[in-house]
C-alpha cells in the first residue's frame, strides 16, 4: 500500500471513501482490481510508458498499443482499485459480449486508425467506418456509432457528429439487447451539450421522455437539458418552450409559470439572442403569459433589445413589449398591470413621468443601433414608440442621445427615427460636429425642407448630401431635388472659390470634382456658374503657393548627386541615421549631412535580369548589407565578403519585407552599427529584421511596438538588445505630464533625434541639440496639439486633416507647413497651412516602382524626395531666390502662366526675367515646374467650361 492511499485511509475513513475518490488499495470490495502496464517501444529505446489499466479494459490498451508498435506488455499484482468507468465502445463488448470481444477489439483497432482521418478527409473516415460497421453484430451499432460520432465532434465536425448519433438511434431499433435509459439519457445529454443533436432527434427524445412512467421527472430532465445546453453556448431549438410546456402539463405544473423560471434562468445568457427568429415568433402565445407575469423578464428584454444589431424583427418585439406592459417599467408608473385595462397604449400613456431618464436612454439606445449605413430601415413599429414614450422623457431629464455629442463622435443618426422623436415632442439632446445623417433620401421635398430648416439638425443634414468625391452620378442625380438646391450650390460655390483663391493643390482637387461633377442643365439654375467659371487662371493659387515656399527651396547636396547616378526606372532609400543609403539594382552609394561616406557595386544574381525584384542595401559599420530576394530564393551578403552568400528564415525575411512603411527614423547605435529589428548588427551578422520607428534622445534608445494592438515605447538595452518591460520611462520630451486630460501620445508620428555631429539646425526645427516633434491626439474631441523641440506649437482642431509628421521652415516665410505623407509607396508628400489646413502644394516620391521617375511638377527641382527623418538634413539652396518668391506679386504670376502657356523655353526664360534673384537652377526648375501645373489646371478649366456650354454633350 502506497503513502498516499494510507493517508487517504487515515483522513477520509477506510478503502472507501477512498475508492470513492479514484483509487483505493488492491481488494477493496466494489473495485476493479488495476494493474500497472509497462510498455515498450523502439523509439523510445530504455525509456518505457507505463499505464495504469483497470483488469477488464487491459485487452483494448493492449490492442491499441500493439498498433501502434508497442510491445506486449510486463505486468505485475494489482496496484490498485478503482471504478470501473463509463465504457463506451469497444471497451463495452469486452464486458457485456464476451463471445463477440476479438470482433470488437479488432474493430477498436481499425476504429483508432479511421479517427486519424476525420479531421482532415472526412469522408473516406465515414467510408472506413462504414466497412467496419459491416463487421459488427447488431448490439454493438448503437455505441458503435456513438463513438464515431464523438470522434467527429472532437475534430469540430459537429453536423457529422449529430448524423452519427442519428444512426445509433437507427442502430437501436435492430438491437435485441435492452435500452438502460439512464446511459441513454447520459449520451442524449452528451450530444445536445456539444451542439451534435439535430431537431430530430430532440424531438424523439421528447417523444421518449413523454413515454416515461414519471412525468415530473422527465420534464425535469428535458428542462435541465435546455437549460445546460443554452448556458453553455448553444442557443435553444426552435421548439423548445413548446415541448417544454407539454411536459409540464403532464406532470401537473403551470406552463406559464415554469416557461417564466426557465425563460429567467436563461435571458442573460448570450446564446439565447442567437436563436432563430422563429424560437420567437412561433411560441408568441407560451411567451406573453410568461413575460407579463415576471418583471425581470420585462426588464431584462427591454435593454437586451437595445444590445442587440437591429435586424427585421425589431417590429415584432415592439409590439411584444407593448402587450408585455414592459414599457411601463421604463417610466416606473402604472405598472405592469396598466397594459392589461384597454389598450397597451392608455397602459403606456397612464404611466406617470417619474424615472423618464431611463425612458430617454433606453430609446437613445434603442434609436442609435439604426444609425450605422449597414442598418435597415426603421420598422414603423418602433416608430411609434416615441409617441408612447414623450410624456416619460420630461425637458429637464435625460434626452434621447444619437451618439455622445462629441467632436470626435463621427456617429451616424437615422433621419427617420430623428423626425419621429421631433414630431412627438421627445427633448433631443445637441448633435456633435462629427454627426452625420442617413436615411435622408426618402424625404419629400417638403420634409427636407422643414429639416434644413431646423436650426440644429439643418447643418447636420447638409454636411450628409453626398459631396461627390466618389460617386459622381449620385450627386448628379441629387440636382433634381428641388429642397436640395442650397445645399448643392454651396457644394459647387465652395469648389469654385477653391479653385480662384486655395492654394495650388486645393485648386486642384476642387477643378477634379467640378469636372466629375458638374453638367451643362446646371448651368440653368445657376446663370452665374457660366461667369464665375470663366478665366479660371489660376493666378491667385499659384501666387499664395510660391509666397508660402515650396520643396525646391531646400536641398541636399549630396542626395541629389547620388540620385543624378541611379540608373534605370527604380531606386531606393534606406536608413541608417544618420545615414541614407540610395540605391537601385546595381549601386549603392551611403551619405551623411556632410557627404558621400561610401559606395558600392552590388552583385546582382545571375536570374535577376529575368524577374521583377526588391533589392536592399543598409549601412552598417562601414560596409552595406545586401539583400537580394529573386524568384523565391534569398541570397544576401555584406559588402567586404561578397562571396559569402547567406539566407535566413522566411519568419524573418518578411518580417523586413512585409513591415509597413516607416518614416526613416532607424538609428545606428554608438558603435556605428545600425539597428535590424530592435537589436544591432554585429559584423557579418546574418540577420534580418523590421525596420520599425525608433526614438533617441542621445543616450538611450527607444522602440515603437504595436503588437497588442497599442501603440507602446520600450526602451532597448543595448547590451542584450533586449526591450524593457511596457510602462517603463519614455524619453523626458514624451512624458505624461504634456498630456492633457483625454489626449494620449501619437507616436507612429512623433520623433525624437540627437543632432549629427556638425549640424546646427533643420528645417523641421531643432534645439541646437536635438530634433523632434510631439504629436498629442485627444481622443475626445479629435484636435491634435504638435509641439517642436524648438517651441513651435499649434493645434490642428480636427475639422480637416489632421495627419502631421513635420512643421516645415522655409526662408523668410512667417509660419511653417504642416507636412504629412511621403511615407510610403505612392504616398505623396502634403504641404498645408498650419492654421486652416489649406493644402498648397504636394509631391510623389517617384521611387519604388514608378514607371516614370521624372520629378514632380510641384518638386521638380527634387529628383529624390528623402524619408521624412531626413528632410532635417536639407537646406536653403538659394536664400535670395526663396526672398524673391516671398514677395511675388500676381502680376508677375500672371506673366509667368502667359509664359507657360505659349512654350517650355518661354516659361524659362519668364523665370529668368521676372525673378532675377533667383539664381540655383533646380530652385528656377521648381518654380517652372509650380507655374506648370498651374497653367495645366488653367487649361483644364477652360475645357470644362466649354463641355458645359454644349447642352446636348453635358448631360
Request: aromatic share 8%; glycine share 12%; with cysteine.
Amino acid at each position: 500500500m502506497t503513502r498516499d492511499m494510507r493517508d487517504v485511509q487515515r483522513n477520509d475513513g477506510g478503502p472507501a471513501s477512498a475508492l470513492a475518490a479514484g483509487l483505493a488499495p488492491p481488494g477493496t470490495p466494489g473495485g476493479e482490481d488495476v494493474t500497472a502496464r509497462r510498455y515498450g517501444h523502439p523509439y523510445l529505446g530504455a525509456r518505457p510508458v507505463v499505464r495504469l489499466t483497470a483488469r477488464p479494459l487491459a485487452p483494448i490498451e493492449d490492442r491499441l498499443l500493439a498498433d501502434l508498435g508497442y510491445t506486449a506488455p510486463d505486468t505485475g499484482d494489482p496496484v490498485a482499485a478503482g471504478h470501473l468507468p463509463e465504457l463506451r465502445y469497444p471497451a463495452w463488448a469486452l464486458v457485456h459480449d464476451l463471445a463477440h470481444a476479438e470482433a470488437a477489439l479488432t474493430a477498436g483497432v481499425e476504429m483508432a486508425r479511421a479517427g486519424r482521418l476525420v479531421g482532415p478527409r472526412p469522408g473516406p473516415a465515414l467510408d472506413d467506418f462504414q466497412r467496419i460497421a459491416a463487421t459488427l453484430p447488431l448490439d454493438h451499432l448503437p455505441l458503435f456509432w456513438e463513438e464515431v460520432g464523438r470522434m467527429f465532434v472532437a475534430a469540430g465536425r459537429d453536423k457529422q457528429g449529430a448524423l452519427m448519433f442519428g444512426r445509433a438511434r437507427a442502430a437501436d431499433r435492430h438491437a435485441t439487447a435492452g435500452v438502460d435509459p439512464a446511459g441513454r439519457r447520459a449520451v442524449f445529454l452528451e450530444f445536445a451539450l456539444a451542439g451534435a443533436l439535430s431537431a430530430k432527434d430532440i424531438k424523439a427524445y421528447v417523444a421518449e421522455l413523454a413515454q416515461g412512467p414519471d412525468p415530473l421527472a422527465a420534464y425535469r430532465e428535458l428542462r435541465d437539458l435546455a437549460v445546460r445546453r443554452t448556458t453553455g453556448g448553444l442557443p435553444p431549438w426552435p421548439e423548445m418552450l413548446k415541448q417544454l410546456g407539454k411536459l409540464a402539463k403532464s406532470a401537473g405544473l403551470d406552463v406559464a409559470t415554469e416557461h417564466r423560471l426557465v425563460l429567467e434562468d436563461l435571458v442573460d445568457t448570450p446564446a439565447l439572442w442567437r436563436a432563430a427568429d422563429t424560437f420567437w415568433t412561433a411560441q408568441r402565445k407560451l411567451l406573453v403569459p410568461a413575460v407579463t407575469a415576471s418583471a425581470v423578464l420585462r426588464q431584462r428584454l427591454l435593454w437586451r433589445l437595445a444590445d442587440v444589431p437591429p435586424s427585421d424583427l425589431d417590429a415584432w418585439w415592439c409590439g411584444l413589449l407593448v402587450e408585455t406592459g414592459a414599457l411601463d417599467g421604463l417610466g416606473g408608473g402604472a405598472g405592469a398591470g396598466a397594459a392589461g385595462e384597454g389598450s397597451a397604449e392608455a397602459g403606456v400613456a397612464g404611466a406617470g413621468a417619474e424615472g423618464g431618464g431611463a425612458a430617454g436612454e433606453w430609446l437613445s439606445a434603442l434609436l442609435c443601433r439604426y444609425g450605422d449605413a449597414s442598418a435597415p430601415a426603421v420598422p414603423a413599429e418602433l416608430l411609434r414608440l416615441p409617441g408612447l414614450l414623450a410624456d416619460r422623457i420630461p425637458d429637464d431629464g435625460a434626452p434621447v442621445r444619437f451618439g455622445s455629442g462629441a467632436p470626435g463622435d463621427y456617429c451616424g443618426i437615422d433621419a427617420v427615427a430623428l423626425v419621429s422623436c421631433l414630431e412627438a415632442g421627445v427633448p433631443v439632446a445637441d448633435p456633435g460636429p462629427g454627426a452625420a445623417l442617413r436615411n435622408w433620401e426618402g424625404f419629400d421635398d417638403a420634409g427636407l425642407r422643414a429639416l434644413l430648416a431646423d436650426e440644429r439638425f439643418g447643418p447636420v443634414l447638409a454636411r450628409s448630401v453626398p459631396q461627390g468625391a466618389y460617386d459622381h452620378e449620385e450627386f448628379r442625380a441629387l440636382w433634381g431635388r428641388q429642397a436640395l438646391r442650397p445645399v448643392l450650390r454651396e457644394i459647387v460655390d465652395g469648389n469654385v472659390l477653391r479653385v480662384r483663391s486655395g492654394g495650388l493643390t486645393a485648386a486642384g482637387h476642387a477643378l477634379r470634382w467640378l469636372e466629375d461633377n458638374l453638367r451643362s442643365d446646371m448651368l440653368t439654375d445657376r446663370p452665374d456658374l457660366a461667369a464665375r467659371l470663366t478665366g479660371l487662371d489660376l493666378v491667385t493659387p499659384l501666387a499664395r503657393t510660391l509666397r508660402a515656399g515650396i520643396l525646391d527651396e531646400l536641398g541636399w547636396a549630396a542626395l541629389d548627386e547620388a540620385a543624378a547616378e541611379m540608373k534605370g526606372g527604380r531606386f531606393w532609400c534606406r536608413a541608417s541615421w544618420p545615414v541614407l543609403t540610395v540605391h537601385d539594382r546595381g549601386k549603392a552609394v551611403a551619405i551623411d549631412p556632410g557627404g558621400r561616406i561610401a559606395e558600392h557595386r552590388m552583385r546582382v544574381p545571375s536570374e535577376a535580369s529575368r524577374f521583377d525584384h526588391t533589392p536592399r542595401a543598409y549601412f552598417s559599420d562601414g560596409q552595406f548589407l545586401v539583400l537580394h530576394y529573386v524568384n523565391g530564393r534569398q541570397s544576401h551578403y555584406w559588402s567586404d565578403a561578397p562571396d559569402e552568400l547567406f539566407d535566413v528564415r522566411p519568419g524573418l525575411w518578411e518580417s523586413l519585407h512585409h513591415e509597413p512603411a516607416r518614416p526613416g527614423y532607424t538609428f545606428m547605435a554608438p558603435s556605428g552599427r545600425r539597428f535590424m529589428g530592435h537589436r544591432v548588427l554585429d559584423p557579418h551578422e546574418e540577420r534580418v529584421g523590421p525596420n520599425g520607428h525608433m526614438f533617441h534622445d542621445g543616450g538611450d534608445f527607444w522602440w515603437l511596438t504595436e503588437d497588442a494592438g497599442e501603440p507602446q515605447v520600450r526602451r532597448i538595452d543595448l547590451t542584450t538588445g533586449d526591450l524593457a518591460a511596457p510602462g517603463a520611462a519614455l524619453p523626458d520630451f514624451f512624458d505624461p505630464s504634456h498630456l492633457g486630460e483625454h489626449e494620449r501620445w501619437n507616436f507612429t508620428s512623433s520623433s525624437l533625434a540627437p543632432l549629427p555631429y556638425g549640424v546646427k539646425e533643420s528645417p523641421l526645427g531643432s534645439d541646437g541639440v536635438r530634433v523632434g516633434l510631439r504629436i498629442a491626439q485627444d481622443e475626445v474631441t479629435g484636435q491634435v496639439r504638435y509641439y517642436r523641440v524648438d517651441g513651435v506649437h499649434g493645434v490642428l482642431d480636427g475639422s480637416g486633416s489632421t495627419a502631421v509628421w513635420g512643421l516645415l521652415d522655409l526662408p523668410g516665410t512667417d509660419r511653417p507647413l504642416v507636412l504629412s505623407g511621403g511615407v510610403g509607396r505612392y504616398d505623396p508628400v502634403v504641404a498645408r497651412d498650419a492654421k486652416t489646413g489649406e493644402p498648397y502644394w504636394h509631391a510623389e516620391l517617384k521611387n519604388d516602382g514608378w514607371t516614370s521617375t521624372e520629378p514632380d511638377a510641384m518638386a521638380a527641382g527634387t529628383r529624390l524626395i528623402p524619408p521624412p527623418a531626413f528632410w532635417h538634413f536639407l537646406a536653403p539652396r538659394d536664400p535670395a531666390g526663396s526672398a524673391a518668391l516671398r514677395r511675388l506679386t500676381e502680376d508677375a504670376v500672371r506673366d509667368l502662366l502667359a509664359a507657360a502657356a505659349t512654350s517650355e523655353e518661354s516659361l524659362r526664360t519668364a523665370v529668368g526675367k521676372l525673378l532675377p534673384d533667383v539664381g540655383h537652377p533646380l530652385l528656377a526648375r521648381g518654380v517652372a515646374g509650380c507655374v506648370q501645373a498651374a497653367a495645366d489646371l488653367a487649361a483644364r478649366g477652360e475645357r470644362l467650361l466649354t463641355r458645359l456650354s454644349r447642352p446636348a454633350q453635358g448631360v
